[in-house]
């Protein structure tokens, strides 16, 4: 027999009844080749390329061979050439790959080139062009085809694949010692112990990361707490001296013990996504996914595949299925950033996905459900927004079942220095430089400060210290001058109130030091006449025996 004269009719066998399937005599099983694909994408992502590659080349090793020996079995070769030429066309004709019309043998000088690779197919869908040839299963496949007839092993790789973009995918057979070194590392993922060693290789560089990340951890531990006094050490990543953040953190552990939608408002940069990590991370769903969404941040039109996710051909540019953040974050939570610059159109979706605990992709007309905890947060006045009509009554009352407000920094100043040297410690370990402290004049200094930028501004400041500081400690000049120039802000903290005569006295002083002890630009800017800050400074015992000396030009 030829191989030309394989037809699929002939080969293929159906018995509906008792559920069997065989082809070329052996029985055979229908595989959708997108399923395959599934699998292909769940060994990379969970074992790794190496690992992935060497489980798929020895399955096509051992499917290829199999079905060498299968063909021998059910036909009479006129020779072994035809039965060599046999394994191409029973490939095609179960859908595998289509060989060029001019296409030699792999053993060839010339190679094979093929057309139609399943496998570069289903890599392209799931995974994207890729920088090398992907077509491992293929490539074991012929192999152990080739492998059984000759007597001995045979090796086919690729040089061109059509899952790397080429126009095809061209493969060469040929044995170990004809391959020679040019290609061993690549001929290892024949080797029955290999997948062995990319196991190793893959826990061991798991452990590597674990084992560096607990190092950094450890570090930046050790850093925080030598530079924070007593009383000072963050409580799970949030400093809480002030009386006003200690309410705010003991409000975020109590809720976070049910399954309640919080609600997160405050001004920007006051440390609002750090509070929704708070109540994640005290929470039943901690071991889970912590997904934050800026939904300001995304076009109306995208927002809603970004959150619900879209089925393949939704839209143009959706060439596959993709899950939305709501099933991302399944077991978890998820923090809808911004939620009230969320348009009316997708606030009536986002009010049913809450309501029902399920959505619906973009394109799809199933309902998947989800279980997932959400926290919004938002530096609008929601309330506001609803007496206006720019935001849903129902969706405002779904969000705030317990709202928790994170004051500004401005409101909380016992939280400022106690926060500098978090984030001082921070920047400097991150920034490599060895940076102790602050000193008393640049810690003033960020007292006098009414930060509108919040922690993030605060933050910020730190870096730019750290990075500018030519000692080991931050002084007032590493300070951006909006901060050096700031005066004293009166507060009343923990119940005490100063008398006005010190308050005034402060300032006074402050408003003078700005000025480099210029008396007569200090009157002007207070807007008082020199005699008046005379007197008062001499009240304050600065004045010296000379009256002039005091006065600038």
């Not at 920088?131 to 092993?153: F, H, K, N, V």
Request: charged fraction near 30%.
């Amino acid at each position: 027999m030829r191989a030309d004269d394989l037809d699929h009719k002939e080969l293929l066998e159906l018995h509906p009844e008792s559920g069997v399937i065989r082809f070329a005599g052996q029985r055979a099983i229908l595989l959708d080749a997108v399923a395959m694909g599934l699998l292909r994408k769940y060994l990379v992502e969970n074992f790794g390329l190496m690992a992935a590659r060497v489980v798929l080349t020895q399955f096509g090793f051992a499917h290829g061979w199999r079905m060498a020996e299968a063909l021998q079995t059910e036909f009479k070769w006129d020779d072994d050439d035809q039965w060599r030429r046999a394994g191409n066309r029973i490939h095609t004709l179960g859908g595998l790959f289509g060989v060029g019309s001019e296409s030699r043998d792999p053993l060839s000088k010339e190679g094979m080139m093929l057309l139609t690779s399943y496998e570069a197919e289903q890599h392209l869908l799931h995974f994207g062009r890729a920088d090398a040839p992907m077509c491992w299963t293929i490539c074991g496949l012929i192999s152990g085809y080739l492998s059984r007839i000759a007597g001995q092993e045979v090796f086919v790789l690729e040089d061109r694949c059509q899952g790397k973009g080429d126009a095809g995918c061209h493969l060469f057979g040929r044995t170990r010692e004809e391959w020679g070194d040019a290609r061993a590392e690549e001929l290892r993922f024949y080797d029955k112990n290999r997948l062995s060693d990319c196991l190793d290789v893959s826990i061991h560089r798991v452990t590597e990361t674990l084992k560096a990340a607990e190092r950094k951890i450890k570090e930046h531990r050790r850093a925080l707490v030598a530079v924070a006094q007593e009383g000072d050490e963050p409580i799970l990543g949030i400093v809480a001296k002030s009386l006003a953040m200690r309410q705010v953190v003991d409000l975020a552990r109590r809720v976070a013990k049910v399954d309640s939608t919080v609600l997160l408002t405050g001004e920007s940069g006051s440390g609002k996504e750090r509070v929704a990590r708070l109540v994640h991370e005290e929470s039943t769903r901690a071991a889970g996914p912590f997904i934050a969404v800026n939904c300001g941040a995304i076009a109306e039109t995208l927002l809603e595949s970004e959150l619900f996710g879209h089925a393949r051909g939704a839209f143009t540019g959706a060439t596959h299925d993709r899950p939305g953040l709501f099933e991302s974050a399944n077991g978890g939570t998820l923090l809808l950033d911004e939620v009230g610059e969320v348009s009316p159109g997708m606030q009536v979706k986002l009010l049913r996905a809450l309501q029902e605990r399920e959505i619906r992709r973009v394109g799809e007309n199933k309902n998947r459900k989800v279980d997932v905890r959400i926290i919004a947060a938002t530096n609008r006045d929601l309330a506001l927004g609803v007496m206006d009509g720019n935001f849903r009554q129902d969706l405002y009352y779904r969000l705030k079942v317990v709202e928790l407000h994170v004051p500004p920094l401005r409101e909380r100043r016992d939280d400022i220095l106690p926060l500098a040297r978090v984030l001082l410690a921070g920047s400097a370990l991150w920034m490599k430089r060895k940076i102790s402290g602050l000193t008393p004049a640049a810690a003033d200094q960020l007292l006098r400060h009414a930060w509108p930028g919040n922690v993030r501004e605060l933050e910020n400041v730190m870096e730019r210290a750290v990075a500018l500081s030519p000692g080991p400690r931050v002084e007032l000049e590493d300070l951006p001058e909006e901060i050096r120039r700031a005066c004293p802000i009166p507060v009343a903290l923990d119940g005490s109130v100063k008398p006005l005569e010190e308050v005034e006295k402060e300032y006074i002083l402050a408003a003078l030091a700005l000025n480099a002890g210029n008396q007569t630009r200090t009157a002007e800017q207070l807007q008082i006449g020199s005699a008046t800050l005379y007197r008062k400074l001499k009240s304050y015992g600065l004045i010296g025996s000379s009256r002039s000396a005091q006065h600038g030009s």
